[in-house]
T-cell receptor
Framework: EAGVTQSPTHLIKTRGQQATLRCSPI?????VYWYQQALGLGLQFLLW???????NRGNFPPRFSGRQFPNYSSELNVNALELEDSALYLC??????????FGPGTRLTVT | AQSVTQLDSHVSVSEGTPVLLRCNYS??????LFWYVQHPNKGLQLLLK??????LVKGINGFEAEFKKSETSFHLTKPSAHMSDAAEYFC?????????????FGTGTRLKVLA
């Protein structure tokens, strides 16, 4: 069974640009979660989507947004990139209310 | 309120010696508890989970954890450390209450294994 997949693996953007990150959940999982892992800041919860709806949001500005598609895949958009947005972005999926399974992450570098 | 505390930010052990990574939790209800491992620049891998069955839980790679309700602890152990165990470990507490679902991560413990 395929695990959670994320693309791209690496993404380099300049300040002010927009970044789009993609995630495909494990087959049968309806919930997708996004986390930011910046150096020295630990794992920060960003967004949770379930059945196409945003269910919860972490303490991030509105320029972090996303959506979930009918096939349960998801994308995370970050607008007006800032240097401090450089981080590993992790996607996870689950079948509620069970454990989350993580993808390999997308490394976003903002220069 | 739910919370999870990993008592050590860094732990160093010699190869072949036991590993103990400590986790305490706070939960109003019957929680589910998990341990994850993250190798550098990789995603998180689920090591083991406790979901109200046996209190001693066995996971992958020889790790196990014991749920102790009286001590509100869920410490991760391994009898003999291997160099490949060097990584960051996260304890997680999860609750489903009143239709809401929470998945709370600890701040992580970085395990260093010395040759």
């Amino acid at each position: 069974e395929a695990g959670v997949t994320q693309s791209p693996t690496h993404l380099i953007k300049t300040r002010g640009q927009q970044a789009t990150l993609r995630c495909s959940p494990i087959s049968g999982h309806t919930s997708v979660y996004w986390y930011q892992q910046a150096l020295g800041l630990g794992l920060q919860f960003l967004l949770w989507y379930d059945e196409g709806e945003e269910r919860n949001r972490g303490n991030f500005p509105p320029r972090f947004s996303g959506r979930q598609f009918p096939n349960y895949s998801s994308e995370l958009n970050v607008n007006a990139l800032e240097l401090e947005d450089s981080a590993l972005y992790l996607c996870a999926s689950s079948l509620l209310p069970y454990e989350q399974y993580f993808g390999p992450g997308t490394r976003l570098t903002v220069t | 309120a739910q919370s999870v505390t990993q008592l050590d930010s860094h732990v160093s052990v010699s190869e072949g010696t036991p590993v103990l990574l400590r986790c305490n939790y706070s939960s109003s209800y019957s929680p589910s508890l998990f341990w994850y491992v993250q190798h550098p620049n990789k995603g998180l891998q689920l090591l083991l989970k406790y979901t109200s069955a046996a209190t001693l839980v066995k996971g992958i790679n020889g790790f196990e954890a014991e749920f102790k309700k009286s001590e509100t602890s869920f410490h991760l152990t391994k009898p003999s450390a291997h160099m490949s165990d060097a990584a960051e470990y996260f304890c997680v507490v999860s609750e489903v209450t009143s239709g809401t679902y929470k998945y709370i991560f600890g701040t992580g413990t970085r395990l260093k294994v010395l040759a």
